[in-house]
């Protein structure tokens, strides 16, 4: 049986992701023309919004069903989508989410300028709320862990060494943090008891590893047309995920020494692609992934059980099996 | 006689300025090494810290002479290095503060990165301060201002045809408008008086087109040693400055046919220089630069009529004249 789908998942709260887009929309329009439409095209790229997400069933989760959420939950998003795109201006990705992405289609000075604009809605955002907001703290917490974790793996781009689990540590910063931040902020809105907080900051910490495992599998099996990117794209770009420093630890030295020639040329690796798609087959790595992904899902899914049962507490738990199962 | 220099004129400020590039150095450093190092190399680049400068004496001006004025002042210097630091991977620009540029040291990727860890510091110092302060939305609206300014700045680049009052406005949102926040917060540190935050937004509306025209023109006539910049940079990199707006706008048609074919090349300029060189003596564009900006300087000066004579205040007056006779 095929897991459900996350519009399934999220069929119940419907309304309060309308909700959501609609106030992304508000929120992030501008008085002048241009820098509308730039902001705009990013916006209405979508995406599975996945933060707005499990911080709408995080709060719902711990009996909060106001507004609130949906404001943070712009939030959450605004400051992912800026990420994205300074990391496609950085990638040189021509397509994001099945459309072109910013610095394509108008140079990566606007695409730059547009994730500083998204930047400063959220900083406007933020400052607006109350002092005394626990949100406000876990936010700029975790925006500063993602461009720390993002300024080191840019770093670390070009080490083929990297273990497993220091990829995992760098991973965590740069996508875990705001996904467990949006979970914790959720949870916040409806509950002070901080057994529940601290299960859904479990719950978001093993999310953002399955969900980054995820994403770096399916660069390398994904159907360019449904997944909306590149594939190999990571590869193309010399940036060694999780699926590769798998391989590249339990391959022979021989395999190993070409697999370093790979990543280290200059040139696009198109005619090494074969010989890496055998190389990943003989050593089973997409089965090693969905395996390591769905030990950290069994982990989300575990965290949850300090929650009360409650249709947001079952989607959480579906959501969970949803990011390892996902194809896009 | 030649005006002050900056650091004549800050002298008996010089203890707050060192107690802000302290606490420049505390609030940007991160726990891990290579952030620190690509974080402490922007910071420690100097520069003439105008806007840290501008919101002390601001301040003391109207009164206010606690530490929160320094708090203040790394918040706004680091919003402006963050800009800097998009600015030069946006104009690879090489050099910048007689240092090496982060994007030519450690590449494009870093340098991104990095200025978006320094928005995540402005964001968690901004979030740490009371809800009623009216620095935040100052501050928030300030950093929206500057990036709608960028955006359309990029956007626009490629405009021959766009005019001396519409380029000051969009230099007033780029650059104008955290010089005017500077001045502002530090007023409101001191006082309550509307007349008096009104004339030192006054102040740092005409200090802040001042500088921009004076940038501008230093880019055509400053010696590279001295001002830490390629000269000619803007128009290599086919920006249309004050300057050559000016002068577009005065010269003959065949001169602005020339003009905008040297300014539509692909190719970088240097064959054109010496000719633009005698376009700009012709027109006497140095002399119209300074003017202009001398009325800008004139008008600072007679907003500070509202406030009260003390050091601090005689200090902003004399700024104001050396913006404009500068020379770097």
Redesign the interface.
């Known amino acids: 049986m095929s897991s459900p789908s996350i519009s399934e998942i999220c069929q119940f709260i419907k309304d309060d992701l309308d909700a959501v887009e609609k106030k992304l929309r508000e929120k992030t329009a501008?008085?002048?023309d241009?820098?509308d439409l730039?902001v705009q095209h990013v916006i209405e790229g979508g995406g599975k919004r996945l933060r707005p997400v499990l911080l709408v069933l995080s709060a719902k989760a711990c009996g909060y069903d106001g507004e609130d959420a949906h404001t943070l939950a712009v939030v959450v998003e605004l400051i992912h989508v800026a990420?994205l795109v300074?990391d496609d201006?950085?990638d040189e990705a021509p397509i994001r989410r099945k459309r072109e992405t910013l610095h394509s289609k108008?140079?990566?000075?606007?695409a730059?300028?547009?994730?500083?604009?998204l930047?400063?809605?959220?900083?406007?955002m933020?400052?607006?709320?109350?002092?005394?907001d626990p949100a406000?703290?876990i936010?700029?917490?975790a925006?500063?862990a993602?461009?720390?974790g993002?300024?080191?793996h840019?770093?670390k781009?070009g080490d083929f060494n990297i273990s497993q689990d220091d990829y995992l540590k760098i991973v965590g910063l740069k996508t875990g943090r705001l996904i467990t931040a949006s979970c914790m902020i959720g949870a916040i809105l409806g509950t002070k008891d901080e057994k529940i907080i601290q299960a859904l900051r479990e719950y978001g910490e093993a999310v953002g590893a399955a969900f980054q495992i995820i994403d770096d599998l399916l660069d390398f099996v994904a159907d360019q047309e449904k997944f909306g990117k590149q594939s190999f794209s990571d590869l193309r770009e010399g940036k060694l995920t999780f699926p590769m420093i798998y391989t590249r630890e339990v391959c022979t030295a021989e395999e190993r020494t070409t697999l370093e020639q790979v990543f280290n040329a200059d040139t696009e690796p198109d005619s090494a692609i074969e010989w890496i798609e055998a190389l990943l087959r003989r050593y089973r790595t997409q089965a090693h992934c969905l395996g390591a992904a769905q030990v950290y899902a069994d982990r989300a899914k575990s965290a949850l059980a300090a929650l009360p049962d409650t249709p947001a507490g079952r989607a959480l738990q579906q959501l969970a099996d949803y990011v390892v199962s996902r194809d896009w």
Chains 1, 2 share one sequence.
């Open positions: 501008s008085h002048y241009f820098v730039a990420s300074h201006v950085l108008w140079g990566n000075k606007v730059v300028l547009v994730g500083d604009y930047h400063a809605r959220v900083l406007s933020l400052v607006a709320r109350h002092a005394d406000m703290s936010l700029s917490d925006t500063q993602m461009c720390e993002e300024v080191i840019a770093y781009n």
